[in-house]
DNA sequence: CACAACTTACTGACCTGTCAGTAAGTGCGA
DNA sequence: TCGCACTTACTGACAGGTCAGTAAGTTGTG
């Protein structure tokens, strides 16, 4: 034992903060990790090409995120920021409010093919085995099919039974993602007029309730 | 020069053909590979790993195919001649029976998630750049929103206009494959009733035609 | 006995992750 | 305020692995 050691044997290190520059820095690759999983999706994409367009090398980009699954990881919680971002200060749409928000969103996305692109890939890349976007995709679809229900619930005065509630919830965010992926693939499918037909379509289904008869069965 | 060549300088050399087996070989391996690009997506799934399957080599594989994207495509040729097999006998559904044909496609659905995950695997990559199932893709859904757009005019007699039609056959396909999505990731979603219920909603829609206010402009 | 149906062996491309080394920034003590 | 101690932010090389595709050899069947 060395008796000369000081009784608190801290080991006080010095400068342990990361640089100013270092958040922006990040924030580059994981948009630009955003960009190449989006276009590429998650497996086809590789690091040198995330690195390449914020002019390091693989190599740093690992130094920064220690993975590949951790880079995805990130983006993910990333994108889920922005969008709160987005809605600071609006107040967070409810009932018939939300409904709007939705069609609105389809109208901007078609000004933003990239995005769609991005989130329609990993989407459908999810349901591959042990893919490592799956919790987070299925996740926010339990979280929205959540508002949306509850939103129909409220429009409809509480008399839209629950089954109904969950079936057109589902089906609001099928149309809008089954929409995407069609409009990405050729662009005569009208985005925003077939998002707001189907919803209204839907909604006015649910409304009517169980009193509709079923001609399909 | 061979004098004893017969006077018609055919090629014909002895046995030009695969053997019998051979086809029902073609088969299996073009069955195995729906499953792994099923499971695994084209890009991450392994000509290896479809050579296992029916105890080859990928070498193999690639004798009987050429390429990895020739395969993809005769998997896909493979899927149609398939389909089209199912409805031998079965006149063609149109009208009213082409919806009641959808729902009970998603009826039967529940019970082959393995060909659900591979009709959402394939369908998410193609809108990667150059995928090369995207023609594929993109010639299904066109031909299917044909089908759908004309038996919703028929439907309704009509007096359907065109562009509502084509909204609704684009909606109807959409809500289809999105439910199939989040069906596969978390089956508390009631795939069948959640597509019944969306079909019956559009065309509902559609027959009230333009008549019908839009509470969510 | 010729050829289909393979296998084995190999190539080159590419990908993730590790590692050692370097330049530059940062904080603290003298 | 200078400069040392230490850290961050990389680079470049490389290991270890997977993959598609090729070429040459083997086998057994028609």
């Known amino acids: 034992m060395d008796a000369a050691v000081p009784p608190a044997a801290a080991p006080k290190r010095r400068a342990r903060q990361p640089r100013q520059a270092t958040a922006e820095r990040r924030a580059e690759i994981l948009r630009a990790a955003a960009n190449t999983f989006g276009s590429k999706g998650y497996k086809n994409g590789s690091l040198t090409e995330v690195a390449e367009q914020v002019g390091i090398t693989h190599a ?7 993975s590949k699954e951790q880079l995805l990881v990130e983006v993910l919680e990333y994108r889920d920021k922005e969008d709160v971002r987005d809605l600071e200060g ?5 009932g018939m409010e939300l409904f709007r928000h939705l069609i609105r969103t389809a109208r901007m996305n078609v000004d933003r093919p990239g ?5 329609s890939v990993l989407t459908g890349e999810s349901v591959t085995e042990n893919h490592p976007a799956r919790g987070w995709v ?14 129909i619930v409220e429009v409809g005065g509480g008399s839209v ?20 992926v069609q409009w990405l693939l050729d662009d005569r499918v ?5 998002t707001q037909f189907a919803i209204e379509a ?16």
Do not use: K, N
């Open 60 to 66: 740093g980009v690992l130094h920064h995120f220690g």
């Open 90 to 94: 609006q107040h967070i749409p409810d």
């Open 115 to 119: 995005i769609v692109q991005g989130y």
């Open 138 to 151: 299925t996740d926010r679809f339990t979280i929205l099919r959540g508002e949306i229900q509850a939103a």
């Open 161 to 180: 039974p629950e089954d109904v509630a969950a079936c057109a919830a589902s089906s609001i965010i099928g149309v809008m993602d089954g929409l995407q």
């Open 190 to 194: 009208d985005l925003p007029a077939a």
């Open 202 to 217: 839907i909604l006015a289904a649910a409304m009517l309730g169980t009193e509709r008869p079923h001609p399909l069965d």
